[in-house]
């Protein structure tokens, strides 16, 4: 569905200038920041293990999820990365382990070259600008939302961004899914009725199992951490 052209122009205007912002972030903010992401993730997402993570390579400045997502394949998680079919489609996943055979994507980024397509369980989803609502604005393609629609049961969405991606309002549109939490270096957040709730690592975990246990996307047999 189209987006009314001025919101369409105010969302091309917010992402030029997030991305502009990020880029402009120097090397030791970023990896300080990224760090913090990291810590983030591997205190509070755990329960991702045994489960198909779907995540992106890094671009224009984002967080990079490998170093978290090559340990959650030593604890028995599949890693996959998107793959665009083409304008108006969801994205494939195909599985991704370090030194896989990969070539160019869509924006140069690397695929794996014909490995096996995954379903994803759980998506790690870098974020251009985040919203109070746990929306998110992308690079405009409207894939992940398609993706998400598309998959059922529904993935669990992380959104992941640097605390510089706040936005006062992304107006998200009636296409555009809510992630169900978002990491920052600053804070992890879990999203409720009426905007984002900041919650300790603790919290997070056990309403991350609980998520998967009632969208039964855990595999049978492994039990829940939380």
């Known amino acids: 569905m189209a987006l009314p052209t001025e919101i369409a122009v105010r969302r091309k205007a917010d992402r030029a200038a997030l991305i502009a912002r990020r880029?402009?972030?120097?090397?030791?903010?970023?990896?300080?920041?990224?760090?913090?992401?990291?810590?983030?993730?591997?205190?509070?997402?755990?329960?991702?293990?045994g489960l198909a993570v779907g995540f992106c390579w890094p671009y224009q400045g984002e967080f990079d999820a490998r170093p978290f997502v090559r340990d959650l394949r030593r604890h028995g998680a599949r890693a996959a990365l998107p793959v665009v079919l083409g304008k108006g489609l969801p994205l494939e996943f195909r599985e991704w382990w370090p030194g896989v055979a990969m070539l160019n994507g869509v924006y140069d980024l690397p695929v794996p070259d014909g490995t096996q397509s995954v379903r994803p369980q759980a998506l790690l989803i870098p974020a251009v600008g985040i919203g109070p609502q746990g929306d998110r604005l992308g690079y405009g393609g409207g894939y992940f939302d398609r993706t998400l629609a598309a998959l059922h049961p529904k993935p669990i969405a992380v959104g992941i961004a640097f605390e510089l991606s706040r936005m006062a309002d992304s107006e998200p549109h009636d296409h555009d899914v809510l992630m169900d939490f978002v990491v920052t270096e600053d804070r992890i957040e879990v999203a409720v009725d009426g905007g984002l709730e900041a919650v300790d690592a603790q919290a997070c975990e056990r309403r991350l199992a609980a998520l998967i246990d009632t969208r039964a996307l855990r595999p049978r047999g492994l039990a829940s951490r939380a």
């Open 23 to 49: 880029l402009a972030a120097s090397s030791a903010d970023h990896a300080a920041w990224s760090a913090r992401i990291e810590a983030n993730l591997r205190r509070a997402f755990r329960p991702l293990e």
